[in-house]
């Protein structure tokens, strides 16, 4: 089942509430019958997830773009609350549907259309951040027990491989796991940064990346938007086995966007705390650790644990980022070659963590922006909503669909906006007191292109194979008959009745829904 294509009547494979099975399913639509849990597990997840130190380190930068404390705590709090509101859509949407959310991209990208956004954006994070954060973790199990950092770094991956194997309800089960002893670890960190700091940030015109206090504010806030951005194509991945009704759904994404919203907002805040603080300002983990003095153990420990969190979804989703290439492997196999890449990537940029990463993971924001935009204009405005359209998303005959173009003006049209010490576009370089205005361009210019294109014909499309009693073409497909008149859309009512969930064959010509 481990595979690119839903059965059309699929078995009980029995996975449900079971820990200790290794999840059947790969990038297949979740059946009626396999449906469980409740919506509270998608606060845990994404508590725990959030509980993080790379989240201190992003306010650990409001120091250096010279804001003040009060700017840079409304900047902290406004970034992590459209993030958070973005997330908690894209959860809910994973209820509805069933499907991993980039494939959900299927349907507006085509399957060629969404192959150069997966193999650059979510691959390529997925990788990236599971590196960084084996490299943090790494970094403070060797102060723990003064291990050497490739051996660290060993232990950490082997063990997040494990657990990733298992799969979706092995990872919620730890999660919520680890959301209480990090809830308590990280209480202790931030009453201590606050005890022994003493002082907050005050405005420094003369920080090395003052650009205005304006600028500053809206790049401080970009960035912490930027880390949830990362997460976006993955929101549905953990909120597609839940039980799909308008209840669960809405609780799910309002849980979704709580926990999120929490996490980075306190982590966020303590981390301008430790910057205001700290005498060493070149290692965050050492200014943790001189921070924190007698309580540096704990803190440790928390960045530690706090490595698993994060990690057990890189891991998962990067997987999941490989299956919907397309590519012949299985999930675990998916989940091997991604932490071998990770273990690599971390072992090549353990000693420039806080430059070398900067730049390629912020650029996989500016991709992942308009991407987000057409996923989520496809499914409140087109027609994805409409559940009797699944099979489409498997229909690798459906080549290449407008949002590709849409996606693809997105990202062109955001590069005079760049900001990264690679390459600086032209309106950034000439006004950079506007501050980070990146990802808000691409995701603007998408959703425009996406309005006044997804009615269109379909853009490529390879012609099926004529059916035998027939001689001639096929009948169309779902997606071709909508094009003749406006795209099929259903309430979003989220309680199918049971028996309605059918998961459709690839290529299976479904008549969309009236």
């Known amino acids: 089942m481990d595979s690119d294509k839903p059965a059309q009547q699929p078995p009980d494979l029995g996975y449900r509430d079971s820990i200790a099975k290794v999840e059947p399913y790969g990038v297949d639509h979740i059946p009626e019958v396999e449906r469980h849990g409740k919506a509270g597990s998608q606060f845990s997840i994404w508590f725990a997830a959030g509980l993080n130190f790379p989240i201190m380190l992003l306010g650990f930068s409001a120091a250096a773009l010279g804001l003040s404390m009060t700017a840079a705590v409304t900047a902290i709090l406004a970034g992590a609350l459209v993030g958070s509101a973005t997330m908690g859509i894209m959860s809910r ?5 069933g499907v991993p959310q980039q494939m959900q991209a299927r349907g507006p990208l085509g399957f060629v259309g969404n192959l150069l956004p997966v193999a650059y954006i979510n691959v390529f994070a997925g ?15 060797g102060v723990l027990l003064g291990t050497p950092f490739w051996l660290s770094a060993a232990v950490l991956t082997a063990l997040q491989l494990t657990v990733a194997v298992f799969g979706y309800n092995m990872i919620h089960y730890l999660q919520r796991i680890l959301a209480v002893v990090l809830f308590l670890l990280f209480t202790l960190v931030t009453v201590v940064a606050l005890y022994r700091g003493g002082h907050f ?37 953990y909120s597609r086995y839940l039980p799909d009704s308008k209840r669960v759904s809405t609780s799910a994404g309002l849980l979704t966007a709580l926990g999120n919203f929490v996490t980075l907002s306190w982590l966020g805040i303590a981390g301008v705390v430790l910057a205001g603080a700290a005498t060493s300002t070149d290692d965050p983990i050492l ?36 299956q919907t290439l397309g590519l012949p492997l299985k999930r675990w196999q998916s989940v091997t070659l991604i932490c071998a890449a ?14 070398s990463f900067e730049v390629f993971l912020n650029l996989t924001a500016y991709f992942i922006a308009p991407y987000v935009a057409v996923i989520l204009l496809d499914y409140f405005v087109g027609p994805r909503r409409d559940k009797a359209r ?15 173009v849409a996606w693809l003006a997105g990202v062109v049209c955001s590069v005079p906006f760049w900001q990264s010490d690679l390459y600086t576009g032209p309106v950034a370089a000439a006004h950079p007191g506007w501050g980070e205005l990146t990802y808000y361009v691409g ?72």
């Open 93 to 97: 949407m994973g209820v509805r549907l």
């Open 127 to 141: 990788v990236g951040w599971a590196a960084v954060t084996v490299i943090l973790g790494g970094k403070a199990l």
């Open 201 to 237: 940030l005050a405005a420094n015109p003369g920080a090395p990346g003052y650009i205005g206090s304006a600028g500053g504010w809206v790049t401080l806030g970009g960035w912490f938007l930027a880390f949830l951005i990362a997460w976006l194509p993955f929101a549905s991945d």
């Open 287 to 322: 200014a943790l650790k001189e921070l924190t003095g007698p309580w540096s153990v704990p803190a440790m420990l928390a960045i530690l644990l706090s490595s698993f969190s994060q990690n057990f979804l890189n891991v998962y989703g990067g997987a999941i980022s490989l």
């Open 342 to 355: 990770a273990f690599g990537v971390s072992l090549w940029g353990a000693d420039g963590i806080y430059t």
């Open 390 to 404: 699944i099979s489409e998303l498997y229909e690798k005959r459906r080549i290449l669909e407008w949002g590709f």
């Open 443 to 514: 995701f603007a210019v998408a959703a425009v292109l996406y309005l006044l294109t997804y009615r269109l014909p379909p853009l490529w499309h390879r012609r099926p194979a004529a059916l035998p009693e027939q001689g001639a073409a096929a009948e169309p497909t779902a997606a071709e008959k909508a094009t003749a008149t406006a795209p099929a859309q259903t309430q979003d009512t989220a309680g199918a009745e049971p028996g309605q969930d059918s998961s459709p064959a690839a290529d299976q010509h479904v008549p969309a829904k009236p």
